[in-house]
């Protein structure tokens, strides 16, 4: 099945906003079970998330977009922009660490 990413940047000033509602966002995350590849916030050195990275399967890019639209964190507005497109996977170092 093709993977496809969503990488999304937070409105300024939206921190407090992410933080109250990352409870959500995670069980959200975790209901998508084997579809979700991968996830992870864009941080600043001081270690602030600033943003998001998601990467799941999906059947096509609608489905995709279907998908990325129900995460908390969108309907919640805390992204200034977001965009959804098809991803390869071609090298994976992360897998162990």
Do not use: C
Request: net charge negative.
């Amino acid at each position: 099945m093709p993977l496809y990413s969503f990488i999304a940047k937070d409105k300024a000033g939206a921190l407090d906003q992410r933080m109250a509602v990352r409870p959500r966002h995670l069980e959200h995350l975790d209901s998508l079970g084997d579809t979700l590849v991968l996830a992870g916030p864009f941080q600043t050195e001081d270690g602030k998330s600033t943003g998001s990275l998601m990467v799941i399967e999906a059947d096509d890019l609608d489905a995709a977009k279907t998908l990325f639209a129900k995460d908390p964190f969108v309907a919640e507005g805390i992204f200034e922009s977001y965009e959804v497109s098809r991803w390869s996977l071609t090298i994976n170092k992360a897998a162990g660490r």
